[in-house]
């Protein structure tokens, strides 16, 4: 049974000139509801807004699903920012490159409408600043950034992707930036992906990159040797319906934090009925319109055991 709860609401249609407002939708617990979360682009990136219900195609195993809910307006977003502060980050000035990184992040977020955690992580994960939405609350917090220890980078997104499913925000996310090192976690890069799709929460990656025309101002000769970590972690954020960047001069760290927001002011919210037997049903979503480019969580679990009860 799933048990999903959409606060704040959908919107149930139109308000009729001399009549009161229609009641907006919610999902409630204990319906039999999958929500998922779905950016779509052009072909250069954008996000495209104003598309309606029957421009998607949700298919499960082949199976074209009918679509129940479907919202479009944009809302406020519950966003964990999750700042690697293991021992490798005291590199090169990948710390500052980070701090850098988050000032832009929350120059993006919208006092009041949005809401924000600021986390940390090396082997264990440490709320910095609990969720707040008032933006400068996180940015006086960036001086307890500071870099120790060994990272359990796959570990901390779970642990901050969980509590994420109790906000009221129906667009959520975890940001992660980071050099994208691990060293010491337990979950796979795939489990990692399996729990944020669960209860889809996107996952987006800020990778930093420090070179000589960089922040920082020393090269960064641990590029070659992060490849493989790198690909892990793309491979990650594009499972659960996220992306993944690379920070390191100015014009890259605004295009990131940017372009991260805006996605999930804009998400396209849709429900269908959950598939009553219990396991992983893989999703996939198509277009009616040409030349679109959708990106959204790879499927959901039903069954006791999901964790969205």
């Known amino acids: 049974m799933l048990a999903l709860a959409m606060a704040g609401g959908w919107s149930a249609g139109d308000q009729v000139l001399g009549q009161a407002p229609t009641p907006k939708a919610t999902f409630r617990a204990g319906v039999d509801l999958v929500r998922i979360s779905a950016v779509v ?18 298919d499960e195993n082949g199976e074209r699903l009918p679509i129940v809910e479907f919202e479009s307006e944009a809302t406020g977003v519950s966003l964990a920012v999750l700042v690697d502060a293991s021992g490798s980050m005291s590199l090169a000035g990948r710390m500052d490159a980070a701090r850098e990184t988050l000032k832009h992040v929350i120059s993006w977020v919208e006092e009041g409408c949005d809401e924000v955690t600021l986390l940390s992580f090396d082997k264990n994960i440490r709320t910095i600043q609990p969720f707040t939405t008032r933006p400068s609350d996180t940015l006086q917090r960036l001086g307890d950034l500071a870099p ?7 570990d901390a997104i779970a642990d901050a992707a969980r509590p994420l499913v109790v906000r009221s925000r129906p667009r959520r ?8 090192v691990d060293t010491a976690s337990v979950l796979t890069p795939a489990e990692v992906s399996r ?12 990778a930093i990159r420090v070179g000589p025309d960089r922040i920082g101002g020393m090269p960064d000769t641990d590029s070659a040797s992060d490849a493989p970590s790198q690909n892990a972690l793309d491979d990650l954020a594009r ?3 996220g992306a993944s960047f690379v920070a390191g001069t100015p014009a890259e760290t605004s295009l990131a934090a940017r372009r991260i927001l805006a996605e999930l002011r804009h998400q396209y919210l849709i429900a269908f009925e959950a598939n009553p037997l219990a396991g992983w049903h893989p999703l996939s979503i198509g277009m009616r319109k040409k030349n679109l480019i959708v990106r959204a969580r790879g499927g959901y679990m039903t069954g006791s055991n999901t964790g969205t009860q």
């Open 41 to 58: 682009q052009d072909r250069r990136g954008r996000p495209v807004l104003g598309l309606a219900q029957a421009d998607f195609e949700l």
């Open 148 to 154: 120790y220890g060994l990272t359990s980078l796959y």
């Open 173 to 180: 996310a975890v940001l992660v930036i980071t050099d994208g």
């Open 195 to 206: 729990i944020a799709s669960e209860i889809d929460v996107p996952v987006y990656v800020v």
């Open 239 to 241: 499972w659960t319906g």
